[in-house]
């Protein structure tokens, strides 16, 4: 077991390199940095909201930086998009880390952070699933495949009506003039997601860039992971001077997230745009259900949470540490919670409740680490395909040229 000296958490190391690797796929393959993975995952491990969020932070960074590079030689990267989204995206960035400590002050990071990711990830949900159905259902009324979907009405009317405001510049990867001040707001409204919900802010922006500003769906991707390795290093930073970054369980999972993001990155160059747009609603659906399950447990938690902190108190253990304790499904913390609600408290309705808290918990890691494993098994055997296919054509066309 590993203990975790700013949080108090002690877990092993192996749930951490596993959720390293898997989100290295899962984020290489999608653009993101994979904490809509990652922070319920350490939620539900132990890790009080602010330090789940701030340890991925930092771990978000270090991947994006494999992967970002990987997607830059398959052409997949507008650095001059993500250097202009960056100037929106440091402030936003810092706005959100500020509202995260005063959610986290009164008490409502958990709540507020998993209702927020509740919207997101059902939304994401819909739109690309949305995108997926409308592509197949061209396919079968034209019989042409279609790749991917590039723009839309909203991202048109947003480009037509920019377009002439200067400052204006031309992206040689999409080929397409945009707006600066387009990619300003797209920084500051995903910096703040990212501030506040501890994420690269890819959940939102890759989306963002399909959806406002009418980027193909690789070219979205490879752009996002290019800007997550400034805007995910700064919210590290930016925690970090706030003590909330868990340094051992960040190297840990990057030191598997380092060798999942090959895999992840390199499949990209086998799949269609509208394939990573199916995939990524089903790893949200995933992602929203393990969310919902953590809501639920909390809710059992407002029976004894407050009454049994106030007994905390006064022995002397306030803040986080009497929030780890509470929140805890580790055998030392429930050992803790059974002395303070059965001995102290003489409440066995409150240790049902707490029991329920855990079943709830339980379950909602299951589904994150069920969700994670299948999303990475998918991406590794459309990745093997991938090269599988691409070395027969090889062959193939050697044959024919001996042949000649």
């Known amino acids: 077991m ?69 997607h830059w030689k398959f052409g997949h990267v507008s650095a001059a998009i993500a250097v202009f989204m960056l100037i929106g995206t440091f402030s936003g960035v810092e706005v959100g880390a500020q509202c995260l400590m005063w959610l986290n002050k009164k008490g409502l990071a958990g709540p507020v952070v998993r209702y927020i990711y509740m919207a997101i990830l059902l939304g994401m949900f819909y739109l690309m699933l949305k995108d997926y159905l409308s592509a197949r259902k ?14 839309n009405k909203l991202s048109k009317w947003i480009n037509e009506t920019l377009k002439e405001i200067p400052p204006v510049f031309h992206c040689k990867v999409t080929r397409m003039r945009l707006s600066l001040w387009s990619c300003v707001f797209v920084g500051i409204v995903c910096g703040f997601v990212a501030g506040i919900l501890g994420i690269g802010g890819g959940l939102l922006r890759v989306p963002a860039l399909i959806y ?5 769906t690789k070219v979205a991707v490879g752009t996002d992971l290019f800007e997550v390795m400034f805007s995910g290093a700064y919210g590290g930073f930016t925690y970090g001077v706030k003590g909330k970054v868990e340094l051992i369980a960040a190297c840990i ?45 909390w809710f059992y938690t407002q029976s004894y949470d407050k009454a049994v902190k106030a007994l905390l108190k006064a022995d002397g253990i306030t803040g986080d540490k009497a929030s780890i304790i509470t929140g805890s499904i580790t055998p030392g913390g429930k050992e803790k919670m059974h002395h303070y609600i ?11 409740d707490y029991q329920m808290n855990i079943l709830y918990t339980n379950i909602g890691g299951v589904v994150v680490l069920l969700g994670a494993c299948g ?30």
């Open 212 to 216: 406002i500003l009418g980027l193909p």
């Open 253 to 297: 999972m990057l030191t598997g997230a380092a060798v999942g993001a090959q895999f992840g990155t390199v499949c990209t160059k086998y799949v269609h745009g509208i394939i990573i747009r199916l995939v990524y609603a089903i790893a949200c659906l995933f992602a929203f259900s393990s969310v919902v399950l953590k809501q639920v447990a």
């Open 2 to 70: 590993l203990y975790m000296p700013l949080s108090g958490v002690e877990m092993a190391w192996w749930p951490l390199l596993v959720i390293g690797f898997s989100v290295g796929v899962v984020g290489g393959y999608f653009g993101l940095g994979g904490a809509w993975l990652v922070t319920p995952a350490l939620n539900i491990f132990g890790f009080p909201m602010v330090y789940a969020v701030a340890t991925d932070m930092a771990h978000v960074a270090g991947k994006s930086i494999v992967s970002s590079f990987r």
């Open 138 to 151: 061209v396919e079968k009324e034209t019989g042409q495949a279609v790749k991917d979907i590039v723009g």
């Open 342 to 352: 059965m001995e102290v408290a003489k409440k066995p309705e409150w240790w049902a």
């Open 375 to 404: 999303l990475t098994a998918c991406i590794l055997y459309m990745l093997f395909q991938g090269i599988a296919k691409e070395r027969r054509e090889i062959r193939e066309a050697q044959s024919k040229a001996a042949g000649v």
